[in-house]
């Protein structure tokens, strides 16, 4: 597994677009930190919310193809690998990197592209 790097960035910005990211990310940010979670669970659970939020084809294969960069994987293995792994390697990601950091950086460079 590699560290997250500046064109994951920008993949991660071309999911915010297709989707509700922007909004979800905030959410889980003020959520986390009205309960009082550390970065390391805001993270994780900002993670889920964006596999959820990838619902059609095209979402799909771009959270595949961004995380299997990451992991250093084919994003077919992400797909067929068992959802423990998918979750396991999630978290792996999120306990090795500034993953606030990541989701927002994202996120401002995807309301740039919006405008």
Not at 1 to 13: E, P, Q, V, Y
Not at 65 to 93: H, M, R, W
């Amino acid at each position: 597994m590699r560290k997250i790097n500046t064109g994951d960035i920008f993949k991660l910005a071309r999911i915010v677009t297709g989707t509700n990211m922007t909004k979800i990310i905030t959410e889980a940010y003020q959520q986390g930190k009205k309960e009082g979670a550390d970065a390391e669970t805001i993270g994780i659970n900002t993670a889920m919310e964006l596999m959820v939020s990838c619902s059609s084809n095209q979402t799909e294969g771009m959270f595949y193809s961004l995380l299997a960069g990451i992991c250093e994987k084919e994003p077919c293995d992400i797909e067929t690998q068992p959802f423990e792994q998918t979750v396991n390697d999630i978290k792996q990601i999120v306990k090795e990197n500034d993953i606030m950091n990541f989701f927002t950086q994202a996120s401002r460079l995807a309301k740039a592209i919006k405008k």
